[in-house]
């Protein structure tokens, strides 16, 4: 995308954003909140109107039909809406929309891709359940596995592990890095947690005020400076196997002149849940 620029009731959110996403690669966004790292990711999804050019492995993205457009990018936004009553295999089924006809009806080719890719994601037992009734994680997964069943080249990830145990988010991330080195996938996501990003991200981009202020490998972007600057966090750049880890860290406590640290702890009762004996 070159001099990508997205305007929001009369504002400027994502302002003169150039980026390449290579094949295969993985680039992740990071900022603070408000940044515009979904207001970007869902103009390239061609959710958003956006001025400047966007293209698509070499087209651009203002030539494809709708359902061309859709057999090449899937988008993973943050809180899909979903229709009521609708259960996890129907949800992954609408994945398969830019294959089956107008009117038409799905292939078995369409229902072998949504069993494969609700087993992938550990999902099979709840193909039968209504989305509405699944944990934030597990409809998390979901959200995910429709975005795989539609086969796209480019995934558009929006925080896609935001509500994900740390077990989950890890699983998650293999999945689609493995997807990458076996059928080339190329993604784009958000990510708040810097230090998973740094592990999976080939390059990251910092985004403030909807403007690319760092791009680079995951070294160059994940700095104290640039994250004491831009998130105004205090935090402690480790280099791990796979990337720099993140720890925040707490300014340090002064001790009060009286010796406490604290909350008086005297007559606090606190709450207490559990089957104690308690008077009233
Ligand atoms: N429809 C809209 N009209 C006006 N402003 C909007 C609209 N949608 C989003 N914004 C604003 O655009 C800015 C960027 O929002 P966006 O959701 O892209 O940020 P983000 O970087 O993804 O933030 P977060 O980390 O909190 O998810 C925010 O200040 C938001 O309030």
Avoid at 37 to 44: E, G, M, Q
Avoid at 141 to 165: C, H, I, K, M, N
Avoid at 231 to 237: C, T
């Amino acid at each position: 995308m070159a001099g990508l620029c997205v305007d929001l009731s009369g504002n400027r959110i994502v302002d003169h954003v150039d980026l390449t996403v290579h094949a295969g690669e993985w680039v992740t966004v990071i900022g603070p909140n408000g940044a515009g790292k979904s207001t970007l990711l869902r103009a390239v999804g061609g959710l958003l109107p956006a001025t400047g050019a966007i293209s698509l492995f070499g087209t651009p993205a203002g030539a494809l039909r709708r359902r061309d457009r859709a057999r090449i990018v899937a988008t993973v936004v943050q809180m899909p809406a979903v229709p009521p009553g609708m259960t996890v295999f129907d949800y992954t089924l609408l994945g398969r929309t830019p294959y089956i006809a107008p009117l038409g009806r799905e292939s078995a080719a369409d229902l072998a891709a949504v069993r494969d890719v609700l087993g992938q994601l550990d999902l099979d037992r709840f193909a039968d359940r209504q989305l509405a009734t699944l944990s934030g994680g597990e409809r998390q997964r979901v959200f995910l596995a429709r975005a795989l069943a539609q086969g796209a080249t480019l995934l558009l990830l929006d925080e896609p592990t935001s509500a994900l145990d740390i077990g989950h988010q890890q699983e998650v991330l293999e999945l689609v890095d493995q997807l990458r080195r076996d059928h080339g996938l190329t993604v784009l996501a958000t990510m708040h947690d810097l230090s998973l990003a740094g592990e999976y991200a080939d390059r990251m981009v910092l985004l403030a005020d909807g403007r690319v202020v760092a791009a680079g490998p995951p070294q160059d972007v994940l700095t104290e400076e640039l994250l004491a600057t831009h998130y105004r966090a205090r935090v402690r750049v480790i280099l791990g196997d796979h990337g720099p880890l993140v720890v925040p860290v707490r300014p340090r406590i002064v001790a009060r002149a009286d010796g406490g640290a604290g909350a008086d702890q005297g007559d606090a009762s606190g709450i207490s849940v559990g089957l104690g004996h308690h008077k009233t």
